[in-house]
């Protein structure tokens, strides 16, 4: 579902101010030559800010329905441009030209095409996509020929995003909470939050209490994905016995998948300590450790095992689901800590992918330029900004170079202390009794985004340690069709084992025979 926009009205003032890369002044622009190479001229209203620093995109498409500030989209990226601002004013025109940033090359470089055109400036420090965050700024779409000469396309910014509303309903909660540590950290009201399923007889038996799963999606997902989740996870005949939990991992960095971090701030800190206990005390929770299961897929799911690991005494369980790489020796194919590593190319010179579906279809070196013209927010870079330490400047260190694609040692180094694999080697005599009987992972083994080798040689490694984890990768499966309504049912049902054998005789529901 799309965000709600409000447009603002246009001001009849005019400013003329100038700023960085403006155009001339607007006397001067009634007699400037329309042709030429293609640029963008940008303007904004000045009921949306006095003043914005940030980046400014000009999105395009080659479809005429729809808007193009809703992408870029992974698998059918479209062109787009991007300037980075600061102090500019409204009804200043900001030109976009050659010296932008872009994907997939120069704005000179385009292919000929009648384009949808639309400007956007981003403006939620929460949200990690371009055009969608509430608050953002857009405009109206423009459809236009664009060639080699072009010249300028005037485009205006002039309406804003609004927050789209949770829609709840008799069994699915949502819950917010501001998160003190977080605040500390970040200088800013940080708020978390959750969408809660609840048994379909919850509020007809105030006297039961329940386990609860807590589920972290895949990047770009929120807790907004609850309405779907619940009609699968009702389909396993268990829903009257479990509270499931759909956690928001999203934030302007992409996924901040639960951990803490040097840039994210105290992410798994934060849900232990603050937001479980208030949903424990919301809600008719077991508040036991043998009540609270983890289960997750794709950057959730390398979130839950993480969680799993790190928390080994406050969780009962982990189901992890297709989890982002979890042996950095096998990160998408590529071993980080092998000397020399490059992600753009391997050692006989052969383009790295990020991704297949079928066939290989995305590649490390365009996938980083597509992000390099994204800014914050992008799935690599969101690595960068989990696992790596906070530069001079504030920022994360990059794990690679994004021009030639050289690893970082000193920072694949320092990633170290992420490597799930590792950590559970180097410390399995204090881990090991503490995750017995808790560790399951499951992966496709084609794997869209080739996750299968990691959590192969994750499995080697524990069953050298003697674990008696359960992992599994089905043959033929990618992504995400491995998770089968048989697996949702098995999940469950292992779920309640553990808590049936811990909490029967209580207040709780005794399992169905």
Sequence with gaps: MRARSRKISRSVAIVATA???????????????????PRFAVTYDPAITPS????VYVMLSLREAGEPRLGPFWFAPEPFYAIDVVDWKPEAPLVIEDTALGFPGRLSEIEAGTYTIQAVMRRNPDSPTIGRGPG?????????????????????????????????????????????????????????????ILPPDYEDNPGIRYPALYWIGGFGSTHRIAGRLSRRWDATGHADRIVRVVLDPSCY???????????????????????IPHLERRFRLVAAPTARFLSGHSSGGWSSLWLGVTYPDFFGGVWSLAPDPVDFRDFQRINLYEPGANMFTDPQGNRRPVARRGEERLFYEPFTRME??????????????????RGAEGRPLRLYDPVTGDVNGFVARAW???????????????????????????????????????????????QKLGADATIEIFAGADHSSFYTPQLRERIDAELLAIFDRHHRGTSTRPQQR
């Excluded at 870079?381 to 330490?389: A, E, G, L």
């Excluded at 590792?422 to 083994?445: V, Y």
């Design 253 to 275: 960095s992409g996924h901040h998948v639960f951990a803490d971090s040097d840039n994210n701030g105290p992410r798994g800190a934060a849900l232990v300590t603050e937001l």
């Design 19 to 37: 700023i960085g890369v403006l155009a001339a002044p607007a006397a001067a622009q009634a007699t400037r030559v329309q042709r030429g190479p």
């Design 372 to 389: 390099l013209a994204y800014g914050d927010g992008g799935q690599l870079r969101s690595f960068d900004w989990v696992f790596s330490p």
């Design 136 to 196: 953002t700024a857009y405009g109206p779409t423009l459809r236009k020929h664009i060639d080699s000469n072009a010249g300028e396309i005037v485009l205006r910014i002039d309406r804003l995003v609004d927050a789209r509303p949770f829609r709840e309903t008799d069994r699915i909660k949502l819950v917010e909470l501001d998160s003190a540590l977080l605040g500390e950290f970040h200088g800013r009201r940080i708020t978390m939050r959750a969408a809660v």
């Design 52 to 55: 914005y620093s940030g980046r």
């Design 416 to 462: 170290k202390r992420y490597d799930i694999r590792l950590i559970l080697q180097r410390h399995w005599p204090t881990l090991g009794p503490k995750l017995k009987g808790k560790l399951s992972i499951f992966a496709g083994g084609l794997d869209t985004f080739y996750l299968e080798g990691a959590v192969a040689k994750l499995r080697t490694t524990l």
